[in-house]
């Protein structure tokens, strides 16, 4: 972040000018899927949302070496919709098509290679449809939200794998990798 500081003040100055649009469309993008949620049969843990931290957001800058980040860093703003059981995903995705217009959906479990295991969910990339329309919602018409999309297991693993990828693949010794990728099967197999 020191060299953002230093190189691009401007980047900075402009998040914290978006910042609390981000926080609107979060809070508006939670609310829609919680009051869509409550008309259905789905078995929810929770709905959660995020605008990413400048730390976060100047950090992916430099790892992603993005020179547009506006336009580059589709997920400033995040909502995760955690359901218990695999059996519901059909639904919860239904809503997300129902109630969004959709950009992109990819199936992070999907990306991984037939001998890999790891990060499980549902990400969308979402923006609000012209039903909702107001001043509440008009200037956060054309924003971006990412969305994602899984189960409690998923959600479990993804924290355990996240505090992971702090330490360098190399520091992890390679016993508790392997203990590591068994476990991570399990959990995307217990909940089918």
């Keep these: 972040m020191n060299n953002l500081w230093k190189e691009n003040p401007e980047i900075i100055r402009r998040y914290y000018e978006i910042h609390p649009t981000y926080s609107r469309l979060c809070d508006e993008v939670k609310y829609i899927i919680e009051k869509a949620i409550s008309k259905i049969d789905v078995e929810i843990s929770q709905v959660s949302s995020r605008v990413k931290t400048l730390n976060s957001f100047c950090e992916k800058i430099e790892r992603k070496r ?69 001043a509440r919602y008009d200037d956060l018409k054309d924003i971006l939200c990412e969305v994602q999309v899984r189960t409690v297991l998923q959600d479990a693993w993804a924290i355990v794998a996240h505090h992971l990828s702090y330490k360098h693949e190399t520091d992890v010794p390679k016993e508790l990798n392997r203990k590591l990728n068994a476990l991570s099967a399990l959990f995307e197999t217990a909940d089918d």
């Excluded at 400033?76 to 809503?95: H, M, P, T």
């Excluded at 098509?97 to 037939?114: C, H, L, M, N, T």
């Excluded at 969910?121 to 012209?130: D, F, G, P, W």
Aim: hydrophobic share 35%; glycine share 8%; aromatic share 14%.
């Design 66 to 134: 993005y020179d547009k980040p506006f336009e580059q860093i589709t997920d400033i703003s995040g909502v995760r919709i955690v359901y218990l059981y695999q059996s519901n995903r059909e639904r919860v995705e239904k809503l997300i098509s129902r109630e969004f217009v959709i950009y992109e959906r990819v199936d992070k479990a999907g990306v991984q290679s037939a001998n890999q295991f790891g990060y499980g969910a549902i990400h969308y990339l979402v923006s609000l449809k012209e039903q909702h329309a107001g």
